[in-house]
């Protein structure tokens, strides 16, 4: 065999065992996790599917990849069950970084990564405020209830309808003042998706192209015409 047909060999060989570059990256460490394998999905179809996986022994530390077309929640899971507790974020094309512990997953985690990550934090630590206030008022309504004063606790329910409004116009003037992200429309058809649908139409209608045929944008389109069709 000459030399020229061992060059063409090699060159074949190597494009055939190379992995293509992944343009998206998620690294990180799992303190006390030691062992086992850690996923990394996405939700296609409304099933989890799997985009990349690492079996870890003796480490803490993972970096796990995918190509991604668009902005998109995925999610690190350290089993395939659909039951299984996952830790969800809005990736993008780049690094991601996610450091947890094993001992409370979901709960430690510190994400940094794309700024539609960093816009979800922020309207998912607004909508808290208003998610522990009802939590509050329950439980007062509970008590009043317990103890007989009906008067009290049919104020307490026409607070917390009120309260529920405060909070559907806040999710609305976040995507309305957000049209621009990818996080508008996923908001609308994950937190909002009972809401009137002629607000979720005022959203809908004001996303810009790129945003209106993004993966949550087509959802949410699909959503309203279906709801309309009813």
Same mark, same amino acid.
């Given at each position: 065999? %000459?030399?020229?047909?061992?060059?063409?060999?090699?060159?074949?060989?190597?494009?055939?065992?190379?992995?293509?570059?992944?343009?998206?990256?998620?690294?990180?460490?799992? +303190?006390?996790?030691?062992?086992?394998?850690?996923? !990394?999905?996405?939700?296609?179809?409304?099933?989890?599917?799997?985009?990349?996986?690492?079996?870890?022994?003796?480490?803490? /530390?993972?970096?796990?990849?995918c /190509?991604?077309e668009?902005?998109?929640? !995925?999610?690190? $899971?350290?089993? +395939?069950?659909?039951?299984?507790?996952?830790?969800?974020?809005?990736?993008? #094309?780049?690094?991601?970084?996610?450091?947890?512990?094993?001992?409370?997953?979901?709960?430690?985690a510190?994400?940094?990564? $794309?700024?539609q990550?960093?816009?979800?934090?922020?309207?998912?630590? %607004?909508?808290?405020?208003?998610?522990?206030?009802? !939590?509050?008022?329950?439980?007062?309504?509970? %008590?009043?209830?317990?103890?007989?004063?009906?008067?009290?606790? /049919? $104020?307490?329910?026409?607070?917390?309808?009120?309260l529920?409004?405060?909070?559907?116009?806040?999710?609305? %003037?976040?995507?309305?003042?957000? #049209?621009?992200?990818?996080?508008?429309?996923?908001?609308?058809?994950?937190?909002?998706?009972?809401?009137?649908?002629k607000? !979720?139409?005022?959203?809908?209608?004001?996303?810009?192209?790129k945003?209106?045929?993004? #993966?949550?944008?087509?959802?949410?389109?699909?959503?309203?015409?279906?709801?309309?069709?009813?």
């Amino acid at each position: 065999m %000459n030399n020229s047909l061992y060059f063409i060999l090699a060159i074949l060989i190597t494009a055939c065992t190379q992995q293509t570059p992944k343009n998206t990256t998620v690294r990180g460490s799992i +303190k006390g996790f030691q062992k086992g394998t850690l996923y !990394l999905q996405s939700v296609i179809d409304g099933g989890f599917t799997t985009l990349d996986s690492l079996v870890m022994n003796s480490t803490t /530390d993972f970096e796990l990849g995918c /190509d991604l077309e668009e902005a998109e929640l !995925l999610f690190l $899971s350290l089993s +395939k069950e659909v039951d299984a507790e996952r830790i969800s974020f809005f990736a993008d #094309k780049g690094l991601t970084t996610i450091n947890t512990s094993l001992k409370r997953f979901k709960f430690d985690a510190k994400i940094e990564g $794309s700024k539609q990550q960093k816009l979800l934090e922020s309207y998912y630590k %607004n909508i808290a405020r208003f998610k522990d206030q009802k !939590l509050e008022l329950i439980e007062a309504q509970l %008590n009043a209830q317990k103890d007989g004063f009906s008067a009290r606790a /049919d $104020s307490l329910q026409i607070q917390m309808d009120k309260l529920v409004q405060r909070s559907y116009l806040y999710s609305i %003037n976040f995507a309305v003042n957000n #049209k621009e992200s990818e996080v508008a429309p996923f908001v609308a058809v994950s937190e909002i998706y009972d809401a009137n649908v002629k607000y !979720l139409d005022t959203i809908n209608k004001i996303l810009p192209p790129k945003i209106a045929n993004s #993966k949550y944008g087509i959802i949410l389109e699909a959503y309203i015409k279906s709801v309309k069709s009813e």
